[in-house]
């Protein structure tokens, strides 16, 4: 499985930015998908995570009324489109894909709950 994220860039506060994953290899019905982030000097944290079946999605308190995370199954794809940017969403942006475990609605905020990263997509926020 192997994961890329696109749709990062300079943008200045207010506006809005949508991020792509694309998954290549196999997807498991079961499994989820998340976006996590980095930002400048802090460790990387939990943004938004679904599932591939169903409609649960989650959201750090944080971006929670400005960023939806959405999924294209067929074409293997999952998107975060974030509204509202301001200049503490500046960071490095994950997509990250785990196996299907009976455990997610207690681990999906988990960093090591997940399998295969992708590569990250920078954001930035200017005020």
């Known amino acids: 499985v192997q994961l890329q994220a696109s749709g990062g860039g300079l943008v200045q506060a207010g506006d809005s930015l949508r991020l792509s994953c694309a998954v290549s290899?196999?997807?498991?019905?079961?499994?989820?998908m998340a976006w996590f982030r980095q930002r400048p000097g802090k460790e990387r944290e939990f943004v938004s995570g679904?599932?591939?079946?169903?409609?649960?999605?989650f959201y750090a308190d944080s971006v929670k009324g400005r960023f939806t995370i959405s999924k294209d199954k067929a074409q293997k794809m999952v998107y975060l489109q974030m509204d509202s940017l301001n200049p503490e969403d500046t960071a490095v942006y994950y997509c990250?894909?785990?196996?299907?475990?009976?455990?997610?609605?207690?681990?999906?905020?988990?960093?090591?709950?997940?399998?295969?990263w992708g590569q990250g997509t920078q954001v930035t926020v200017s005020s």
């Open positions: 679904v599932k591939w079946t169903g409609d649960d999605t």
């Open positions: 990250a894909v785990a196996l299907p475990k009976t455990t997610y609605y207690r681990d999906y905020a988990r960093e090591g709950f997940y399998k295969y």
């Open positions: 290899g196999r997807v498991f019905p079961e499994g989820s």
